[in-house]
């Protein structure tokens, strides 16, 4: 698709279109209501534009397949619900240790377990961060709208390059499920731009070699090319052979975590309305921060000054953002559907001593913009 | 392609392996190495994929492309791999537990999709790095570590598994005939299409020792002596073939692979499959 293109639809397709947009050619999964339209969409869409589908006989080898064909070079990608998701989390770890580019969409649904099938939750935040065993950096998007679905998406794959991560695209049924008119925009070329290759000849390549300041990410050659290398879940030297002294295994856990955490000016994104005089704050994220908008936009209209903070970056979790905010105002409201998982990571970044309060929501239901109004007028008395 | 050395596919500054005195896995590692030289295999297009297990590490010794996976998951990655780039020629190595049992479904799923890969697993009966736990291949009444009394289950037989699946090429071999492993995992790379070799192997240390093989001689002496073909085999009873391997080729057929039929279709849609 080139040029701008307005078109009216939802959030799954959006996410398709824009892994397309981006450069994706391959995806392996595994359906799963609410996100199965976007497999849908990528079975239809890829062999359209030289790609591929493929399903596999469960979400454990959905991620591994895009696992191998990202070594192969691919732009590959997944989408997934929360059930699914967790049984992705072993192999998302494989992508983390072996530091492979993918993306991986969750669609959020209730749960725990089956939960409710078709219902909006927003309960994954955690199991984004630490669903896989073991410590480690990693990138998670939230969109909001369904514009964001697709540009959201074109990042995610920037990113995962960049960074040789897995990056997770964390929408919800709400806004997956939404319609609403998107501009299909043309990524810029180095959104697109293939994996740059190493610049060392073969014999010198290390695939998993560190930069110590952690701002240079070694390449990924496709297997093929004329780099001979060996990529490993398992602890690994600079050579990608077995690593399992103390300190070649401090040296990786570090720069796992490091890649992602010293890039957090690259990473980290949010959103402000009408913080600037804001005296009270609302902290959100994905269709809760839809509501939360039309909270504020009200509250403002009765006077209250409120304003919101949405977190267009889950993780690494916008610190710096948010403690900023909690400094300059008498109170924050936190809208998820969980019981409070992002919540709690505002309430770590409070040294200011300001009530924060969770509004949380865990019956399938969406918050109306009401309850966050109720409760904004709750803090300022 | 010519013929070339099968040392030149060994990392050979790895060696020794971590392997156990008396292990059936570094024969199964110079059949592979030794078919990779056969058909004079470009290192550069070639991938070894691995699992976990003592078997799992044979991807460390090849000097080929490697990527040592999850435990289970060796075809799946490998599916991945191959159907992003079909230049690639990949073989999967997997043990009895990594490839028959945790990875058992995706076994008989890469069999009937018939994505072009050559799986090879080392069947030795039993979980050997575990420490010799047993697995999905363990015979009926064998001692193991997690079966003191006796096992009590039946075990897969791995090869009426894959070609009852739909797998195009399946065969058998054993360490006790490293040449013929050879010449079966030549074909198997060959076939175009999911093509599966299983080396019957032993484990001296765990599975061995527990069932009255003191030694590596008596277990390869056991495996030897408990090895036919499938013409010698084909006259016996089910009760005769018990506690038997059966070594040979179980199916050879020509089946379009995934990957071809796949991008056939997605040219068709493009309207470059007749121009072209």
């Given at each position: 698709m080139t040029g701008l293109q307005s078109v009216f639809t939802s959030g799954n397709e959006a996410i398709a279109e824009g892994a397309i947009a981006a450069g994706a050619s391959f995806f392996a999964g595994y359906p799963i209501t609410p996100s199965s339209e976007i497999a849908e969409t990528a079975a239809r869409r890829l062999p359209e534009t030289g790609g591929m589908y493929v399903q596999m006989e469960d979400e454990l080898s959905g991620m591994a397949a895009i696992v191998g064909a990202s070594v192969s070079g691919a732009r590959a990608f997944t989408a997934t619900s929360g059930p699914g998701f967790s049984l992705m989390q072993e192999n998302l770890g494989m992508a983390v240790m072996g530091e492979i580019p993918c993306v991986v969409v969750n669609v959020q649904r209730s749960g725990?377990?089956?939960?409710?099938?078709?219902k909006p939750a927003q309960g994954d935040v955690m199991q984004a961060r630490?669903?896989?065993?073991?410590d480690h950096g990693i990138i998670t998007l939230a969109p909001s709208s369904v514009q964001d679905c697709y540009d959201f998406t074109i990042r995610a794959f920037s990113l995962a390059g960049r960074f040789r991560t897995p990056v997770i695209l964390l929408a919800d049924a709400a806004v997956a499920k939404l319609k609403e008119n998107v501009r299909f925009r043309s990524p810029a070329p180095e959104e697109r731009a293939p994996r740059p290759l190493p610049d060392c000849p073969p014999e010198a390549y290390?695939?998993?070699?560190?930069?110590p300041e952690e701002k240079a990410i070694t390449p990924l050659p496709p297997f093929g090319s004329d780099y001979i290398f060996r990529i490993t879940g398992?602890?690994?030297d600079e050579a990608g052979g077995q690593g399992a002294s103390p300190a070649n295994a401090d040296r990786v856990i570090r720069h796992l975590a490091g890649k992602i955490e010293k890039n957090r000016d690259v990473i980290v994104r949010v959103r402000r309305f009408?913080?600037?005089?804001?005296d009270l704050a609302v902290i959100s994220f994905g269709c809760s921060a839809r509501s939360a908008r039309a909270a504020v936009r009200e509250a403002r209209r009765q006077g209250i000054p409120a304003g919101l903070l949405e977190l267009t970056t889950l993780w690494p979790f916008p610190d710096d953002d948010v403690r900023d905010v909690l400094s300059r105002v008498r109170g924050a409201v936190v809208p998820e559907l969980n019981l409070g998982q992002a919540a709690g990571e505002v309430r770590r970044l409070n040294d200011f001593g300001i009530p924060v309060r969770g509004i949380c929501r865990v019956d399938g239901t969406l918050i109306p913009p009401g309850d966050i109004l109720s409760a904004l007028r709750e803090a300022r008395s | 392609m010519t013929a070339r050395n099968f040392?030149?596919?060994?990392?050979?500054?790895?060696?020794?392996?971590?392997?156990?005195?008396?292990?059936?896995n570094g024969i199964v590692l110079k059949a592979i190495a030794g078919a990779f030289a056969d058909l004079g295999l470009d290192r550069r297009k070639t991938a070894a994929v691995s699992g976990i297990g003592c078997w799992g590490w044979a991807d460390d010794y090849l000097a080929v492309n490697a990527f040592h996976g999850t435990h289970g998951r060796a075809l799946a990655f490998a599916t991945g791999i191959k159907l992003a780039n079909p230049e690639l020629t990949v073989v999967v190595l997997m043990g009895d537990g990594d490839?028959?049992?945790?990875?058992g479904n995706h076994l008989i799923h890469a069999a009937r999709r018939n994505v072009d890969l050559t799986a090879v697993v080392v069947n030795n009966y039993n979980y050997g790095m575990t420490g010799g736990q047993y697995s999905g291949t363990t015979p009926r009444g064998s001692i193991t570590s997690t079966s003191?009394?006796?096992?009590v289950e039946d075990p897969f037989d791995l090869c009426a598994l894959t070609a009852a699946a739909g797998a195009p090429f399946v065969a058998r071999g054993s360490v006790c005939g490293g040449e013929n492993l050879r010449a079966l995992i030549r074909r198997g790379l060959e076939h175009r299409g999911f093509s599966f070799v299983e080396a019957a192997s032993v484990?001296?240390?765990h599975f061995g020792r527990r069932n009255g093989l003191r030694t590596a001689v008596e277990a390869f002496s056991w495996l030897r002596d408990h090895s036919l073909s499938r013409k010698r085999a084909a006259g016996l009873s089910e009760e005769e073939l018990h506690g038997k391997q059966v070594l040979g080729v179980f199916a050879d057929r020509q089946s379009e692979d995934y990957g071809t039929r796949y991008r056939k279709a997605a040219e068709a849609l493009r309207g470059e499959g007749e121009s072209s």
């Open positions: 725990p377990s089956t939960g409710m099938a078709t630490w669903g896989t065993h073991g290390r695939p998993f070699a560190v930069d398992s602890m690994h009408f913080l600037d005089d804001a | 040392r030149e596919y060994l990392a050979e500054n790895r060696l020794p392996t971590i392997w156990c005195p008396g292990c059936g490839g028959a049992t945790i990875g003191p009394l006796g096992h484990c001296p240390t």
